[in-house]
């Protein structure tokens, strides 16, 4: 069974840090390329960030870019986020999702999705 | 960026009725689009992808249908288990975007 466990949320002060994880199993990890979808308390869902399988490829949304980084440990089957200068509207559910193929979500879709994991900024 | 609008934002409706959620790209996006449903404190969870392939596991009572811009999920025969939100999500091209939610309540 393709399992994704998420974990690292938590509450940090505007401008902090935090890197979160996905724990993968069921599957063979380094195949597929991954992403975080987050969703804001009440709101919908937006994608974050993506890597490819083997991890030389890395997608940002601009909300983010330039302070998140994704990266990945196919030797653990473990995904990053690296959340940096953190502000108030980065507070969500960050899910990490499996994609269908290994290079990106491009013409695939998400499937499955971890349980979330919450990220408060607030001081 | 392709924007996705989805129409109604929300819905009342009683089991066994049908029920259709529209979903509108901004550009064509070709069959790239997908269908998740979410239920309160849960991941979500796909339903349709490709705009007509039924996922493994779930009812036939949902399908999907459309190309281009405009596409549309169907439950033929609405459960108790249906009530939740649903989402549309474009993958044609980065950044991948959903569409705003549908709630579909019970009546």
């Known amino acids: 069974e393709v399992q994704l466990v998420e974990s690292g949320g938590g509450l940090v002060q505007p401008g902090g840090s935090l890197r979160l994880s996905c724990a993968a199993s069921g599957f063979t990890f380094s195949s597929y390329a991954m992403s975080w979808v987050r969703q804001a308390p009440g709101k919908g869902l937006e994608w974050v960030s993506a890597?490819?399988?083997?991890?030389?490829?890395?997608y940002y949304a601009d909300t983010v870019k330039g302070r998140f980084t994704i990266s990945r440990d196919n030797s653990k089957n473990t995904l990053y986020l690296q959340m940096n200068s953190l502000r108030a509207e980065d507070t969500a559910v960050y899910y990490c999702?499996?994609?269908?193929?290994?290079?990106?979500?491009?013409?695939?879709?998400?499937?499955?999705w971890g349980q979330g994991t919450l990220v408060t900024v607030s001081s | 960026d392709i924007q996705m609008t989805q129409s109604p934002s929300s819905l009342s409706a009683s089991v066994g009725d049908r029920v259709t959620i529209t979903c509108r790209a901004s550009q064509s996006i070709s069959r790239y689009l997908n269908w998740y449903q979410q239920t309160p404190g849960k991941a979500p969870k796909l339903l349709i992808y490709a705009a007509s392939s039924l996922q493994s596991g779930v009812p036939s009572r949902f399908s999907g249908s459309g190309s281009g811009t405009d596409f549309t999920l169907t439950i033929s025969s609405l459960q108790p288990e249906d009530f939740a939100t649903y989402y549309c999500?474009?993958?044609?091209?980065?950044?991948?975007?959903f569409g705003q939610g549908t709630k579909v309540e019970i009546k």
């Open positions: 999500q474009q993958s044609y091209s980065s950044p991948w975007t």
């Open positions: 999702a499996k994609s269908s193929t290994v290079t990106t979500p491009l013409k695939n879709w998400f499937d499955p």
């Open positions: 890597i490819s399988g083997g991890g030389d490829s890395t």
